[in-house]
Nanobody, 126 residues
Framework: QVQLVESGGGLVQAGASLRLSCLAS????????MGWFRQAPGKDREFVAT????????AYADSVKGRFTISRDNAKNTVYLQMNGLKPEDTAVYYC???????????????????WGPGTQVTVSS
């Protein structure tokens, strides 16, 4: 049974940093492109970042580029999202997801991800 479990969310002030983690189990982690998405209240889910199986390829949403960094440790079955310079507009539930699609063929859209975690809340106060 595949499980993705996020952790590391919380309530922080604007300008602070958080590091989200997503631990995968029941899956050959290194075979999956991993992504982070977020959904704010009343808004659609949006792409945040994605990383290729080997970490050689990464992509970011324009809204987080230069502030967020995605990384992974295949030995620990974990993908991370380091978030610096947090803004109130970053407030959302953050989800990690896994897809067999390769990043080299383009950033996979959300509907192409096979597995999702339950999410972790990030709240940034002004």
């Amino acid at each position: 049974q595949v499980q993705l479990v996020e952790s590391g969310g919380g309530l922080v002030q604007a300008g602070a940093s958080l590091r989200l983690s997503c631990l995968a189990s029941g899956v050959t982690f290194s075979a999956y492109t991993m992504g982070w998405f977020r959904q704010a209240p009343g808004k659609d889910r949006e792409f945040v970042a994605t990383i290729s199986r080997s970490s050689a390829g990464k992509a970011y949403a324009d809204s987080v580029k230069g502030r967020f960094t995605i990384s992974r440790d295949n030995a620990k079955n974990t993908v991370y999202l380091q978030m610096n310079g947090l803004k109130p507009e970053d407030t959302a539930v953050y989800y990690c997801a896994a897809t067999r699609l390769l990043l080299q063929f383009g950033v996979p859209p959300g509907e192409k991800y096979d597995y999702w975690g339950p999410g972790t809340q990030v709240t940034v106060s002004s």
